[in-house]
């Protein structure tokens, strides 16, 4: 047996939506989850904050857990930072990036969105995959700081207005082209956690796509031929800095499989 973790790293809880999928294709893997409350929200940060943050807290996350592989479950940390953690640290790192490729292989008018933080979708690791898996659609892009919080605020069990909703998904709509758009990138991990209210609020039909899947699947590659224990093990949430956790947030955690709580 080798009781060795995942550790996955995310600003908040949106990378539970990344957790979701890891669970489905390892249900034995022992899961260290890290938000870094103390860092959060990330969208709003600098690229020279993330840059120095995120690598040195990851740091000192693999000293500590010494798991067998971190996955950067955050668009805006993945963005910024990963190559600077995969050269600070000796073992696998899985990023996350907006699915923009499976959303220009999917979509019938050419025409799709990407909805992340105001710091994911200024980054040119977006210019470049839209150029390579896009380049014949027109892609739209929109920053939404509010989004992460309506999703943070849903998983606390607080009630969330559909007009907060209906704003981040106009940002995308009002474009020019915005009315031909049939596909939206989630290109934040707390944006799934709230699709539902997305896909409720939206005028028209539209299909949203965002990068979990994929990473559940490099994780279950990289890991395939390692020895995982007997029986599913319960996951621990690491918090970064002190946080007054109301016991809807942490029935939630439980439910995804987190029912030890820790602070860093």
């Known amino acids: 047996m080798d009781s060795r973790p995942l550790l996955l790293f995310d600003s908040g809880v949106g990378g539970l939506s990344v957790l979701a999928e890891v669970r489905k294709a390892l249900p034995q893997a022992p899961i260290i ?26 740091g000192r996350l693999a000293e500590r857990y010494r798991p067998r592989l971190i996955t950067i479950a955050c ?31 999917a979509s019938k008018t050419r025409v799709i969105g990407v909805l992340g933080t105001e710091a994911t979708v200024r980054q040119p690791y977006v210019d470049d995959l839209s150029a390579r898996f896009a380049a014949d659609c027109t892609v739209l892009r929109h920053g939404s700081a509010r989004l992460v919080e309506l999703a943070e605020q849903s998983l606390r069990g607080e009630a969330t207005a559909d ?4 704003e981040a998904l106009a940002g995308l709509l009002a474009q020019p082209g915005g009315e031909a758009m ?31 899947p994929g990473i559940a699947r490099r ?11 007997v029986e599913p093990t319960g996951g621990s949430i690491v918090f970064t800095a002190s ?17 030890r709580i820790e602070q860093l």
């Open 219 to 229: 994780i279950a590659t990289l890991t395939r031929d390692q020895d995982w224990p």
């Open 33 to 58: 989850y890290v938000a870094d409350n103390g860092g959060f929200p990330y969208g709003t940060k600098s690229e020279a904050e993330i840059a120095a943050r995120v690598p040195a807290l990851l």
């Open 243 to 259: 946080l007054d956790i109301p016991t809807a947030l942490v029935d939630s955690l439980a439910a995804r499989g987190l029912p």
């Open 163 to 166: 007009a907060d909703y209906a």
């Open 182 to 212: 049939d596909i939206v990138v989630l290109a934040c991990t707390h944006f799934p956690l709230v699709a539902d209210r997305l896909a409720a609020i939206a005028p028209r039909p539209l299909a949203f796509v965002d990068g979990a």
């Open 75 to 105: 668009n805006t940390a993945s963005t910024i930072a990963l190559a600077a953690v995969r050269a600070a640290l000796d073992l696998p790192i899985v990023g996350t990036v907006p699915a923009i490729k499976p959303a220009a292989e």
